[in-house]
C-alpha cells in the first residue's frame, strides 16, 4: 500500500462508520488488569514459578458456587498446589522459596504455574494412601469442584463412578463448620438424597446466610441436584460471604 494514500486516509474527516467503530471501541469492556504476581522458584529444576499474589484485591472478583468453587477471572485455583511450568514438578507453590532478586527475572506468562487439573488430583488421591485429614479433604474437595466444572453451564453429566466414590469419601471428612455443611448438602443433591440435603440444611447458620440457605433449600425441596451460583462480584461486598470460613 502506498504511503501517501495511508496519510491522506488519516487526515480525512471521521465518518459515520468510524465514530461508530469507536463508539463501539469505546463501549467495550476493558481488559482485567494483569493480576500481581510472585516469582518463586522451582525445587526441583530452579526455574522461576509465577503464581498470582494474593493479597492484590483485583483477584478477588468472581463467582462462587454452591459446591464452594470460587471461579476467578484470575486463576483457576487458589494455588496450594501446581506444577512447575520448565520440569513439571508438582508440589505446594506457597512454600516454594521466593527466586533471588540477583536473577533479575522479569514477569513472563511463560512462567506462571500450570494449575491442576480433576485428573491431577484423582491420581494423587490414589498415589497418597495415608493422609492427614485436612489434606485429604481438600485433595477430594478440588477434585470434586473440578469435575463439576463441566455441569456450571447448566448441562446435567452423569456423575462417572470414580466422581460418586469420592463424593460418598468426602461426605465422611466434612465436619460441621458452615462451609463444610454447605458443601454435604451440596453433595447429598447431586447424589439425589434430597431428603439427607434438606435435614442439613435445616441446621441453624448464622443469620446472615439464611437467604442463601433458603435458597438451597428450595432446590433440594424441588428435587434439584444442580449446580447453584450463589454470588458474583467482590466477596468483600457481601458481609454474609464472612461467616463461611473456610471458603
Ligand atoms: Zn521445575
Known amino acids: 500500500m502506498n504511503k501517501n494514500h495511508d496519510s491522506r486516509a488519516g487526515q480525512r474527516p471521521a465518518t ?10 469505546a463501549t467495550d469492556k476493558p481488559a482485567p488488569p494483569m493480576p500481581a504476581v510472585l ?17 492484590s484485591p483485583d483477584l478477588l472478583e468472581g463467582r462462587l458456587w454452591s459446591d464452594l468453587r470460587f471461579d476467578s477471572a484470575h486463576f483457576s485455583e487458589p494455588p496450594l498446589l501446581g506444577k512447575c511450568p520448565s520440569c513439571g514438578a ?14 533479575s527475572i522479569q514477569p513472563d506468562d511463560r512462567y506462571n504455574y500450570q494449575a491442576l487439573d480433576s485428573d491431577d488430583y484423582a491420581a494423587l488421591l490414589e498415589e497418597a494412601g495415608d493422609i492427614a485429614p485436612p ?3 481438600y485433595l477430594r474437595i478440588r477434585f470434586w469442584q473440578l469435575s463439576n466444572d463441566r455441569r456450571r453451564g447448566g448441562d446435567s453429566v452423569p456423575l462417572s463412578e470414580a466422581e460418586r466414590a469420592n ?28 431428603e439427607g440435603a ?26 434439584d441436584p444442580g449446580l447453584m451460583e450463589l454470588f458474583a462480584g467482590d466477596p468483600r461486598q457481601a458481609a454474609w460471604l464472612l461467616s463461611l470460613d473456610g471458603v
Open 90 to 103: 508438582l508440589g505446594p507453590l506457597a512454600e516454594l522459596p521466593p527466586m533471588p532478586e540477583s536473577s
Open 135 to 137: 489434606f485429604h479433604s
Open 167 to 194: 463424593m460418598l469419601a468426602l461426605l465422611e471428612l466434612l465436619g460441621s463448620r458452615p462451609a463444610d455443611r454447605l458443601m454435604r448438602a451440596q453433595i447429598q443433591r447431586q447424589l439425589e438424597d434430597f
Open 39 to 55: 516469582t518463586k522458584q522451582c525445587s526441583n529444576c530452579g526455574a522461576p514459578i509465577q503464581i498470582p499474589d494474593f493479597t
Open 16 to 25: 459515520r462508520a468510524d465514530r461508530d467503530a469507536s463508539a463501539v471501541i
Open 198 to 223: 434438606q435435614a442439613t440444611l435445616d441446621t441453624p447458620f448464622d443469620e446472615q446466610l439464611a437467604p442463601l440457605v433458603k435458597r438451597l433449600q428450595r432446590l433440594a425441596a424441588e428435587g
